[in-house]
């Protein structure tokens, strides 16, 4: 079976949903997570915050859901994409190749010089 290829990504959120929420400093995410038995440092807090984490806690996550009143879909958005095929003439995307039995050849003309 020959699958398509799919690309897949994500939208980090915690920066919208803590402004939501009028939250702007990120020292104000420690205690809440502390509260919630998740011992971060500043710095840690300030990465989770500012940048797209590449490996996430699921304590972490569920903190984070409850602190926000949110599900994981609001906090991490996901997309998947079909990849396409790059050819010599083009682009080759989700259309799939004729059948062989659909194929038929061409009729060569011979002319005299």
Not at 2 to 28: I, P
Request: net charge positive; proline share 6%; with cysteine.
């Amino acid at each position: 079976m020959n699958a398509m290829k799919r690309r897949v990504s994500y939208d980090w959120r915690l920066r919208d949903l803590m402004a939501d929420h009028g939250m702007f400093s990120t020292t104000e995410l420690v205690p809440l997570l502390r509260d919630r038995g998740v011992e971060l440092s500043v710095s840690q807090v300030h990465r989770l915050v500012t940048g797209t984490p590449e490996r996430l806690s699921l304590t972490v996550l569920a903190a984070l859901c409850d602190i926000f009143e949110c599900s994981p879909a609001e906090l991490i958005r996901t997309e998947a994409a079909n990849l396409t095929r790059r050819t010599a003439t083009g682009t080759a995307g989700a259309a799939t190749p004729p059948a062989a039995g659909a194929l038929r050849p061409t009729r060569a003309r011979i002319r005299p010089q």
